[in-house]
Nanobody, 124 residues
Framework: QVQLVESGGGLVQAGGSLRLSCAAS????????MAWFRQSPGKEREYVAA????????YYADSVKGRFTISRDNAKNTVSLQMNSLKPDDTALYYC?????????????????WGQGTQVTVSS
């Protein structure tokens, strides 16, 4: 089992950048594929990006490709999301998630482990 805690959210102007971090507990972090999802009020939870257990493969939703970068540090039990060129449409509660099946899964129900979320607000 793994426990996840996100940080790094905040208020930023359009065009700006933020870096989200997710700290994981447990000694088996490197055996989990990780992902970031986001959810806005009234909308379904949306897949953003994912990374394989080794970090060798990354996956992105079309809406963030070229602007966001996911990475992980298995020695520090962390996964990060660097978000550049932010847009008001990126405003959402961002969640870190883990699964033991494999990387790149875009469906939220494939992830049994979730953090509490960190709010990102992009002003126009």
């Amino acid at each position: 089992q793994v426990q996840l805690v996100e940080s790094g959210g905040g208020l930023v102007q359009a065009g700006g950048s933020l870096r989200l971090s997710c700290a994981a507990s447990g000694r088996t972090f490197s055996s989990y594929a990780m992902a970031w999802f986001r959810q806005s009020p009234g909308k379904e939870r949306e897949y953003v990006a994912a990374i394989s257990w080794s970090g060798g493969r990354t996956y992105y939703a079309d809406s963030v490709k070229g602007r966001f970068t996911i990475s992980r540090d298995n020695a520090k039990n962390t996964v990060s999301l660097q978000m550049n060129s932010l847009k008001p449409d990126d405003t959402a509660l961002y969640y870190c998630a883990a699964n033991s099946k494999g990387g790149g899964l875009p469906q939220f129900y494939e992830y049994p482990y979730w953090g509490q979320g960190t709010q990102v607000t992009v002003s126009s």
